[in-house]
């Protein structure tokens, strides 16, 4: 079965440091999906990857896939407090398109201002 | 505004007695899904449904129950039959763009005492 490892586990950085998380699968990714989550709450999707060499940005963060498509990054710029929280990988367990989706354990970030 | 409301966002029961977890959506998605989520350990998929009156087992559905009369309903019944119920519980129903961008509700944390 597929699995999804991330890392680290856990991040502290000073505000206005960049960083970076990793997200590796065992097998080869469809879809994989990045979500936010504050402390007992719910996930907040954050984008989507689906093919080889893909990047995409949103604000300070950058999502990248790999051109093996078996490896994503996370990287934030210029860290502020309001990226504090749980970050999340996700996939596409069989490839398609339903939605059933695996995650990662998550990375937790803390920003120190 | 259109979103996922679950409740109650946080439940005590005794040990043996069944919990039922109210999700309801009014976005209108057709797919519906239940995750637990345990410190250290990620997401995990319970139940989840692509249709009304369909739902499938998900990778941790022993001692729970699920139904779906409704499109805008999916509760999920703790029974007395799981073993460490103790958890938060996400529900999330499927919609967007992105063939795997869930929308998740803000949880619900059930303590057994």
């Known amino acids: 079965s597929q699995e999804l490892e991330q890392s680290p586990q856990s991040l502290i950085v000073q505000e206005g440091k960049n960083l970076t998380i990793n997200c590796t699968s065992s097998?080869?990714?469809?879809?994989l999906y990045w979500y936010k989550q504050k402390y007992g709450e719910g996930l907040i999707f954050l984008m989507m990857l689906q093919k080889g060499g893909e990047e995409k940005s949103h604000e300070k963060i950058t999502a990248k896939l790999d051109e093996k498509k078996q490896q994503s990054s996370l990287h934030i710029t210029a860290s502020q407090p309001s990226h504090a929280g749980i970050y999340l990988c996700g996939a596409d367990r069989y490839g398609g398109s339903q939605g059933n989706l695996i995650f990662g354990k998550g990375t937790k970030l803390s920003v120190k201002p | 505004d259109g979103g996922i409301t679950q409740s109650p966002k946080y439940l005590f029961r005794k040990e043996g007695q069944n919990v039922t977890l109210s999700c309801e959506q009014n976005?209108?998605?057709?797919?519906m899904y239940w995750y637990r989520q345990d410190p250290g350990q990620g997401l995990r998929l319970i139940y989840y449904s692509q249709i009304v009156n369909d739902f499938q087992k998900g990778d941790i559905a022993e001692g729970y129950s699920v139904s779906r009369e409704k499109k805008e309903s999916f509760p999920l019944t703790v029974t007395s039959a799981q073993k460490n119920p103790t958890a938060f519980y996400l529900c999330?129903?499927?919609?967007?763009?992105?063939?795997?961008?869930?929308?998740f509700g803000e949880g619900s944390r059930l303590t057994v005492l």
């Open positions: 097998k080869t990714l469809y879809g």
């Open positions: 999330a129903s499927k919609g967007g763009r992105a063939a795997g961008e869930l929308f």
């Open positions: 976005l209108n998605h057709d797919a």
